[in-house]
């Protein structure tokens, strides 16, 4: 993996979930693409291709908890566990606000907990914000 893109990959299951979230990025006014993965085995054939010439690490991970199979405290474990990806940003991006949820994401290595909003409103401030901070503001581990 040679380095990082404009690219946010969304680990999440829920339709109308996806759709709200690239609704909102599409009027966020920072420059990107999203990649989706409707489930954790989906995000680990993204960030682990099997062909010779893999392409690079998205700039952000955008990650739901209650995934169909693998869970995404299991693709965080994976993620944190593996040199190429160990220091990709990661955002918990759920509806749960189960204290063990939070306790074991962050002792996983996640980058922040956000919990939803439930209106769109607050929600497409607060992708504004994400997107912002994460790929124009933040400096990403050089490796």
Known sequence: MTGRAQTI????????????????????PVAHDIVVARNG??????L???EAAP????????????????????????????ESTKRLPVVILTTSDDE???INGYNLGVNS???KPVDFGSFSGLVDHLGLYWLKINIPSPA
């Not at 990959?9 to 966020?28: G, R, Y």
């Not at 085995?41 to 993204?46: D, L």
Request: hydrophobic share 45%.
């Open 100 to 102: 063990s949820d939070i």
């Open 9 to 28: 990959l969304l680990v999440e299951d829920n339709a109308d979930d996806v759709e709200l979230t690239i609704h909102a990025f599409n009027k966020s």
């Open 48 to 50: 682990y291709p099997a």
């Open 55 to 82: 392409h690079e690490l998205p700039a952000l991970m955008l990650l739901d908890l209650k995934l169909p199979g693998m869970s995404g405290l299991d693709v965080l474990r994976r993620v944190r566990g593996t």
């Open 41 to 46: 085995e989906e995000a680990m054939e993204y």
């Open 113 to 115: 907990y956000i919990r």
